[in-house]
């Protein structure tokens, strides 16, 4: 399976698709981190579905999934960009089992959506993690906020993931609600016998023909998905700037330097006495010629 997004059309219809596929992206993204199965799955689907909301939203900056629960798993973590690159991570209080399901691992759980656009207002979305599954949550959050039918199908075995959506989307090409209702019911229960072995093997024209080879759809161009963390040393010290001079001293005289870690691809950026001093040194401005 390709690391890719890719969108499709079912011609003459107001329905559209998308398929996005994970695979060394993913392994990157878990390779820094010792997950337990359970968590490496649910991830998985977690970023797959964060690849197919960026495609949805159609937005400039970054989006972020976090869900967290007093449960077993705390913290579950996505971040996508427009440019189709994600980060992921997850904190948890006990190993669960391989098979634990959504529900055991995030009870009574939250899920928060924010899109920070590069221009414009920053968006809040929450989706309560009531359904059995990932999938079912992402649906009931569009319809709910796009006001669109919607169906997601999400797959991971702890090494790839999968997604695969079709939505309604409003009113110009066919008028007449029946037939509108119709055509939506017959293409989802064709979807609805995606298995999910073919979600997460079978490549994108192949399956679009197992499931609707009577259809006339367009299929547009794979677009990569890779993963990459946007840390960097120029971040990290924007954020040693924002704590308290006398806290940065302490630690300096503890420990000779102040060590941060990345918590998404563990990269230490480490700062000496010297660095920091550097750091929080009045900036000293041009003067200004007058003519």
């Known amino acids: 399976m390709p690391d890719t997004a890719q969108r499709f059309l079912f011609e003459n219809t107001d329905i ?77 209080k006990e190993e669960p089992a391989d098979n634990a399901d959504l529900q055991t691992l995030l009870p009574d759980g939250q899920l928060v959506i924010t899109v920070d656009p590069v221009k414009g207002k920053r968006y809040h979305g ?18 709910q906020s796009e006001q669109l039918p919607t169906c997601v199908w999400l797959a991971s075995d702890g090494n790839s993931a999968s997604g695969f959506l079709l ?24 979807a609805h016998t995606l298995t999910d072995e073919e979600l997460l093997s079978v490549e994108t024209e192949t399956l679009l023909h197992r499931l609707f080879h009577e259809e006339d759809i367009r299929l547009f161009d794979a677009e990569p998905v890779s993963y990459r963390c946007t840390c960097s040393r120029e971040r990290t010290a924007t954020a040693l700037q924002t704590v308290d001079r006398q806290e940065l001293e302490d630690i300096l005289a503890e420990q000779g330097e102040i060590n941060m870690d990345c918590q998404f691809c563990n990269t230490r950026y480490s700062f000496s006495a010297d660095d920091v001093a550097d750091l929080l040194a009045p900036k000293q401005t041009s003067p200004r010629t007058l003519h």
């Not at 427009?82 to 997850?90: C, E, G, S, Y």
């Not at 009531?130 to 319809?143: D, G, I, R, S, V």
């Not at 939505?167 to 064709?190: F, G, I, N, Y």
């Open 16 to 92: 559209r698709g998308e398929r996005v596929g994970l695979s060394s992206s993913l392994q990157a993204a878990f390779e820094p981190h010792a997950y337990p199965l359970a968590i490496r799955t649910l991830l998985g689907e977690m970023a797959a579905a964060a690849v197919l909301l960026s495609t949805t939203l159609k937005f400039q900056g970054t989006m972020s999934l976090q869900a967290r629960s007093n449960g077993p798993v705390s913290v579950l973590m996505v971040e996508c960009t427009d440019q189709r690159t994600f980060r992921a991570i997850a904190r948890w």
């Open 126 to 143: 929450i989706v309560p993690l009531e359904n059995p599954t990932l999938a079912n949550c992402f649906a009931q959050y569009f319809q």
């Open 167 to 190: 939505q309604a989307l409003p009113a110009t090409v066919e008028k007449d609600e029946k037939v509108r209702e119709e055509r939506w019911s017959h293409l989802t229960t064709l």
